[in-house]
């Protein structure tokens, strides 16, 4: 139970230092993040950040302003054959 309190916490903390680089870099600006994960790391993703939904296909993070957006990246590889 440590290990993913521990994991949790470090990849908030990892998130929130990128959020408040990019607010520094760009004040005025909108931040957004896009994580196209395997689906072991979009799965275990999910389940360090808490998110309630675990059947969902993509979940996002709001830290400070800037948006961090989950999804698995097959669901890309669909999007891009598609085009």
Request: net charge negative.
């Amino acid at each position: 139970m440590e290990e993913n309190t521990k994991g949790s916490n470090g990849l908030m903390e990892k998130m929130a230092l990128i959020a408040d680089a990019l607010q520094n870099t760009y004040p005025e600006g909108k931040s957004v993040v896009v994580f196209a994960l395997n689906k072991t790391d979009f799965i275990e993703s999910k389940k360090s950040l808490l998110v309630p939904d675990q059947e969902s296909k993509q979940f996002k993070i709001d830290i400070s302003g800037t948006e961090f957006i989950f999804l698995p990246d097959e669901l890309l590889s669909d999007e891009t054959s598609n085009s």
